[in-house]
């Protein structure tokens, strides 16, 4: 068994008050308060802090809001590789593989965990950089398959319902105007043609009132 | 092997053709019906709970899982084929219902000259306008015969919309190129997002024809002819890639499933895989059977006296090459129709366009929207252009969400990531449309399917090969419609437009649309198509094949509505009459 990994996140390192998704549950996390440590389901804790670290480049936090750092994308990914998506469950990996223009897809063998696991090698000490180091880093690897999966999946991280681990407090929906699954729109659709309608976000388990269980955490 | 008690008739497919089958056999005749599906079971209640980008949208979980089988595709028949080993230009699905559970329900009809294509191209342009390789087919059916059977669908469905050409009398704010309708539409059409309002007025203003999108996601709430009854949508959004969660949609989980459910003479097993049609050749040739894997893994014969293959596309296809059915086609010499007449379906970006006002696109449907049909099939003259047919152009009113959508930025921006293409991203996340463009596939010899001589499914069956790549008519035809698309974006108010970059080498990671056609056609001769208009196979006087996988080539049209047609009317020509007497019915 592998040995026990935990992201530590502290609010100073965050910088200041935030909300943060612990395994489901939102934590707010203010200044004044302890660090807290998230159990990682895949990654090695420099694993994670160096995912943390691209996606926050990625995605930063800056002037236009909050980015991946306040969303949990780092613990969304962590889920999605310990996971069916992680491991390539649902693609065709039968042999042989062999090279293929673009408009065939990906061909290759490697699966997302094992493109992490790999790739993340030659990031090694990223999260230790200045982000001015770690843009030229990630620019040098702008074109390898980690990179398209970091900034996929950060995107995802962003967005995803908050289930999922990513978009704590909705803060990628509330970026975005998007309420989330609002069953609802047919009074609205019609009636708001030129103006911003932005209803205030709501999660899947908050519209339907049930716990719905993600495919991340089916077996 | 463990063989079961023979049935009067076993439907391989619980989706949209299958399962209407059962449904229209089940209920007009005491006959004893298995439906064999190889995914999981489905009911619409399950949808509430699915309102989930990530699984749904993203990780697709209600498509086919490609780990067990995919298709393999090479552009031309001197490359390697390699498996397409994710989903993406085109999303079969799996499970009770099939593809029709997460269809976004856009419901036109087919141009009634698509029908007679071969011929109406040959009278009007003369032969030499064919391109060289075509292998363009009339279907040896007209329009006018399918007319009542679009109309039963229609009412099936309920589809919302307004007639533009009523028993041929032309009326405005309907689509007025359509063929002639016999009836109104079900019900009215939907609302309509911003978006598309401001293309309705755009496209109005230059003189064109728009019109509501037909949609079978429908506008108020109605009860079909078998007494089912749904509610109006409600704009959630959650659509294509989607079960409909308050059942506005159109699927066959609300339609037909609960009839079928009623009905003892019809079974429905799920989780089995079938892998062989048995037949007997010779003088009194027929299908005896199939032969499955069960979900306990057994292996299962289940002896029927018809035979009814209903598997999308590809498994209609591959289903005949596995089990030794017909002659497999050989683009080299001609010879053969099984795998013949593959065609996709056109579906260029023609014009994303960038607005300075918010749009709301999280409210939508996936059939609510605006289309205009001005350059469509034949309605406009061809003469100096240079390419056969056409196509829609579209602003559809899809409920956008933000994984797929963010990040849609103009061109002006060339950042990938960081600050500056996050704010861009985010400014222009809801202020971003794009008119489509659906067109016409002409059918090409060297297009066609047969099986991969390495790659296998997880029972090791090989998988099917595509060969597919797009020519220079479709090429032309999707040059042709992108300055169209952006004249009315500029008339939209566009701030910014980005027109589409052309079609190149056929692209299977890029969605398209999942309206793949061909590999067992219906004709008029056995020499090139494997089953007669009556979707019955030329033969096996026993064995029916139903769905797109029928048609010679495809329409601009979305083929559900089409194929649902073809389904009514062979199930009354085999109550009518095959029953009575079987064997031939053309």
């Not at chain 1, 440590?37 to 160096?50: H, N, V």
């Not at chain 1, 289930?163 to 659709?189: K, S, T």
């Not at chain 2, 063989?3 to 089958?21: K, R, S």
Request: charged fraction near 20%; hydrophobic fraction near 35%.
């Amino acid at each position: 068994m592998r040995r026990r990994h935990f992201l530590t996140l502290s609010a100073a390192t965050l910088g200041g008050v935030l909300v943060y998704s612990l395994d489901r549950k939102v934590s707010l996390l203010a200044s004044t308060q302890k660090p807290i440590r998230i159990p990682l389901r895949f990654f090695t804790e420099t694993e994670a802090l160096i995912v943390a670290a691209a996606a926050s480049r990625i995605f930063p936090s800056d002037d236009s809001g909050p980015g991946a750092r306040e969303a949990g994308v780092a613990i969304y990914i962590d889920r999605q590789l310990a996971a069916s998506y992680g491991r390539d469950r649902y693609r065709y990996t039968q042999p042989p593989f062999e090279d293929a223009p673009p408009e065939l897809g990906y061909q290759a063998k490697e699966t997302p965990r094992q493109i992490y696991r790999e790739g993340l090698k030659a990031l090694k000490g990223l999260h230790l950089l200045p982000p001015a180091e770690q843009d030229t880093a990630l620019r040098q690897m702008e074109s390898s398959v980690l990179f398209a999966l970091l900034r996929q999946n950060t995107i995802e991280g962003m967005f995803c319902d908050p289930m999922h681990g990513g978009n704590a407090g909705m803060v990628g929906w509330q970026l975005v105007g998007f309420p989330g699954p609002r069953m609802n729109n047919y009074d609205d659709v019609e009636k708001h043609y030129g103006e911003a309608f932005r209803p205030k976000p709501a999660s899947l388990n908050q519209v339907t009132g049930k716990k719905i269980r993600p495919s991340e955490d089916e077996s | 092997m463990k063989t079961l008690p023979a049935v009067d008739a076993v439907i391989i497919g619980g989706g949209w053709a299958g399962l209407l089958m059962a449904k229209e056999l089940g209920s007009r005749t005491a006959l004893s019906i298995v439906v064999l599906e190889r995914g999981v079971p489905r009911q619409t209640s399950d949808y509430t709970d699915a309102m989930d980008e990530l699984d749904y949208a993203i990780r697709l979980r209600m498509m086919q899982d490609l780990s067990e089988e995919t298709v393999t595709l090479r552009h031309n028949n001197s490359q390697r084929a390699l498996p397409l080993r994710q989903h993406g230009s085109f999303l079969p699905g799996a499970g009770v219902g099939g593809s029709g559970e997460h269809w976004n329900a856009q419901c036109p009809r087919f141009l009634p000259d698509c029908f007679e294509l071969l011929s109406r191209i040959t009278e009007k342009y003369g032969a030499k306008s064919l391109p060289e390789d075509h292998s363009i087919r009339d279907w040896g059916i007209t329009y006018d015969e399918l007319e009542p059977y679009y109309a039963r669908t229609e009412k099936l469905l309920g589809v919302s919309g307004k007639a533009g050409n009523l028993n041929g009398k032309q009326i405005d704010g309907g689509n007025i190129f359509e063929g002639w309708r016999s009836e109104e539409y079900p019900t009215p059409p939907t609302k309509l997002p911003y978006f598309s309002a401001l293309f309705r007025d755009a496209a109005t203003s230059l003189g064109y024809h728009p019109y509501s999108a037909p949609s079978a996601t429908i506008s108020q709430s109605y009860t079909n002819p078998d007494g089912i009854s749904r509610g109006a949508c409600t704009y959630c959004g959650f659509c294509g890639r989607f079960g409909c969660m308050v059942g506005a949609k159109a699927q066959p989980t609300n339609l037909l499933l609960p009839i079928i459910q009623k009905r003892k003479n019809i079974v429905l097993r799920t989780g089995g895989w079938v892998r062989r049609i048995l037949f007997d050749s010779g003088t009194n040739s027929k299908a005896r059977g199939v032969t499955y894997i069960d979900a306990s893994g057994e292996e299962i014969f289940q002896p029927a006296s018809l035979v009814f293959l209903s598997s999308w596309t590809f498994n209609n296809t591959r289903l005949l090459l596995l089990s030794g059915i017909g002659k497999p086609y050989d683009p080299a010499t001609g010879d053969g129709t099984v795998g013949s007449n593959l065609t996709h379906q056109v579906a260029t970006p023609a014009a994303t366009v960038f607005f300075e006002q918010p749009l709301n696109r999280f409210m939508g449907s996936g059939s609510a929207g605006i289309l205009m049909s001005d350059f469509d099939g034949d309605v406009f003259d061809h003469g100096r252009l240079g390419f056969l047919r056409g196509g829609v152009l579209t602003a559809r009113g899809y409920g956008f969400q933000p994984i797929a959508n963010f990040g849609v930025v103009p061109q002006s921006v060339k950042a990938k990531w960081g600050s500056e293409w996050k704010k861009a991203a985010i400014s222009y996340y809801d202020r971003t449309g794009v008119v489509s463009f659906t067109g016409e596939h002409l059918a090409y010899k060297g297009n066609c399917m047969d099986l991969d001589p390495t790659y296998k499914d997880k029972l090791g069956d090989p998988l099917l090969r595509l060969t597919l790549d797009w020519q220079d008519n479709e090429r032309k035809m999707s040059d042709f419609a992108t300055p169209k698309a952006v004249e009315i974006a500029r008339a939209m108010g566009a701030k910014e437009i980005t027109p589409s970059s052309g079609l190149r080498r056929y692209d299977a990671t890029r969605y398209q649309s999942t309206h793949v056609q061909g590999g067992t056609i219906m004709g008029n001769s056995p020499a090139h198509s494997v089953v007669n208009p009556y979707l019955q196979h030329w033969q096996l006087p026993n064995l029916f094949i139903l769905g797109a996988s029928t048609f010679p080539q495809n329409s601009s049209a979305n083929p559900t509505p089409t194929v649902l047609a073809f389904v009514y009317r062979t199930a009354d020509a085999i109550v009518g009459r095959y029953l009575k007497s079987p064997g031939p019915l053309a």
